[in-house]
């Protein structure tokens, strides 16, 4: 397992577990980001600390600490 935050640029992997608190875990599986989906990083931002990832055909914008709750499948 892998965190998004740690994924090379263009890499896929299954979501495997949302963490984080009960609040932001919502949020996210609201936007598409449910265990079992495929994610995508796309671009990592040099000094915003953003990350850009594709999930179900929309593109998201996450910190990389919100990345960090996101643990992935080894890609």
């Known amino acids: 397992m892998t965190t998004l935050s740690?994924?090379?640029?263009?890499?896929?992997?299954?979501l495997?577990?949302?963490g984080g608190q009960r609040a932001f875990r919502r949020r996210l599986m609201e936007m598409g980001l449910l265990p079992g989906t495929p994610v995508r990083l796309v671009r990592r931002g040099?000094?915003?600390g953003l990350l850009e990832v594709e999930v179900r055909g929309c593109y998201l914008s996450l910190r990389k600490s919100?990345?960090?709750?996101?643990?992935?499948q080894d890609p």
């Open 16 to 18: 495997i577990h949302v």
């Open 66 to 72: 919100e990345a960090d709750e996101l643990l992935l």
């Open 6 to 14: 740690e994924m090379p640029i263009g890499t896929s992997a299954d």
């Open 46 to 48: 040099r000094t915003s």
